[in-house]
C-alpha cells in the first residue's frame, strides 16, 4: 500500500515552500492538484519546473458552473460528487502502491480544499500532512509592517459572512485578516468602515506571487474586486514593548 | 553597508523552515538569536548543525529579572534598553559591511521579539524579513484535524487577556488559538469553561519538535502549566463544503 502526501505550498512564492514539502515535491512519482478547467491552477504554476520529469500529474478539475450560485444545494451536490470522485481515484492509486503528493496552497488545514479529501479518505488510507506559510502570512509579509503584538487579537474572517457580522468581529480585533474578497469586497469595505477601521486597511493581491500588487483598500475603486486578494489591519500592540519574553 | 535578514524558523522543527530561510542560515556568517541567558535558546538550538563553520554567533540574552513581574514599568525600561542596545549592535555590524541574520521562530511578524529590532532599525538599516509557519500552525497540523473551515472565524488570543476578555472572543470565534499560556493556564481553562469550549480544546507542547506533548486541556491536571504550550480549538465548518472554490 502507498500513501497520500499533502504537500503544504505555503503564500505562492516556491522560495517559501518548506525543506520538507520542497523535497516531497521533486521526488513525487504521483502529483495531484486542484485547479478550475482550462486554467494552469495556481498550486501547478508555483511548482513549474520543479517536477520530477516522470511525474504522473493528476489535474483535479473543479466541476463548472457558469448557472449554479456557489451556495446553493445543487452545487454543494455537485461539488462533494467531485471529491467523492476524486478520493476513489486517490484510494485505487494508493492501494496499487502509489504515493501521491497533494499540492495544496498556504497551509492545508486552514480553510484548504485537501480537506474534502482527507474527511474521505483518513479512515482507511495512510495521510501524511506537511504545513505551509498560510497566505495571509506571505501577504502582510510583503506589507513589510508587523502584524501583531503584545496582547493584540487577531481574528481571520471570511468577506462571505454577514454584514453585521463582519461589523461586530472588525470591532472586538486588533488585527484583522479577511479572506475571500473578490465580489464580496464592496461589503467588507462597508463592514471596514462602519467599524471605524477602513482607513488602516490594505489590500494584497497575489501576495509573493508574480503581478502581486498593494493597495490601500480606500483607495482602489469600488468596482475593482481583485480576484486573488486578502485585506489587512494591523494591530498596534496592546501594549508597546511586549511583555514576557518567551 | 551590509544588511540584516530575519530568517522566520517555522515552528521548530528544522524540516519546516522554508527553503530561503534555510539557504540564508546555512550561508550566513553572522547569526544574531534571542534567548534566555543560560540556556541554549529554541531558536539557536532549531539551527543545530546548519551553521557554516566560520559563521560568528551573536547571542541576545534577554536580562535576568528574578525580582520584577514581566509587566512592571522598571522590567518594560530593562527590555526596551536591552532591544536599544543590540539595535546598536547590529547597527554597527551592519554599517561595517556585515550581512547578519537574525533568527526569529516562527513567522517574526506574528508576535515575534524580533519586530523591537525591526523598528528601531528600519528607518536606517536594510533589512529583509523572510516569513515562516506560525508556531500555531505547526501545533494544529501535529494534531491532525482541519482547524477551519468554510467560513469559520479563527480567533488568535493570548492568555494574558482579562478573563472576561478571554471569554467574551472565545465565544464569537469558531476556531481558537491560545498563546502565552503558561502560568495563565488555569485562567485560560475557566474562560473556556465559562464559554462552552473547554470539551474540545487541545493542548500542544513542543509542538514539531523533540519532546512534543499532547493532551485534552481538560484532562490534564489543573497545576501543570507547560511552558511552550498552545492551546488550540476546532472550528467544525459553518458550511460543511466549503462555497465557492477559489
Known amino acids: 500500500m502507498g500513501k497520500i502526501i499533502c504537500a503544504g505550498l505555503g503564500p505562492g512564492d516556491p522560495d517559501l515552500i518548506s525543506v ?15 485547479r478550475k478547467a482550462g486554467r494552469q491552477g495556481q498550486a501547478r504554476r508555483t511548482v513549474d519546473g520543479m517536477l520530477h520529469p516522470a511525474a504522473i500529474e493528476h489535474a483535479m478539475e473543479y466541476p463548472i458552473t457558469t448557472e449554479l450560485p456557489f451556495d446553493s444545494p445543487d452545487y454543494i451536490r455537485l461539488l462533494s460528487a467531485f471529491y467523492d470522485d476524486w478520493a476513489a ?6 492501494a496499487n502502491g502509489a504515493e501521491v503528493v497533494v499540492l495544496c496552497e498556504g497551509d492545508p488545514f486552514l480553510y484548504g480544499s485537501f480537506m474534502h479529501l ?6 482507511d488510507v495512510p495521510i ?34 454577514p ?17 475571500k474578497t473578490g465580489r464580496n469586497l464592496p461589503r467588507v469595505r462597508r463592514a471596514l468602515a462602519a467599524a471605524g ?18 493597495a490601500r483598500l480606500s483607495e482602489i475603486e469600488a468596482s475593482d474586486c481583485p480576484y486573488f486578494a486578502i485585506v489587512l489591519v494591523h494591530g498596534q500592540g496592546r501594549r508597546p514593548v511586549a511583555g514576557a519574553p518567551e
Chains 1, 2 share one sequence.
Open 118 to 123: 482527507y474527511t474521505r479518505l483518513r479512515a
Open 163 to 179: 454584514e453585521a457580522e463582519l461589523v461586530a468581529q472588525m470591532k472586538t480585533a486588533d488585527a484583522l485578516a479577511i479572506m
Open 197 to 214: 477601521r477602513l482607513e488602516d486597511a490594505w489590500l494584497v493581491e497575489r501576495g509573493t506571487m508574480p503581478g502581486q500588487r498593494i
Open 20 to 34: 520538507r514539502s520542497d523535497r516531497v515535491i521533486r521526488s513525487a512519482r504521483h502529483i495531484a492538484f486542484f
Open 128 to 161: 501524511e500532512v506537511i504545513p505551509g506559510i498560510p497566505g495571509m502570512v506571505g501577504c502582510w509579509n510583503v506589507l513589510g509592517e508587523p502584524m501583531s503584538w503584545g496582547d493584540d487579537v487577531l481574528t481571520v474572517v471570511m468577506g462571505t459572512l
Open 89 to 94: 481515484r486517490l484510494r485505487t492509486l494508493v
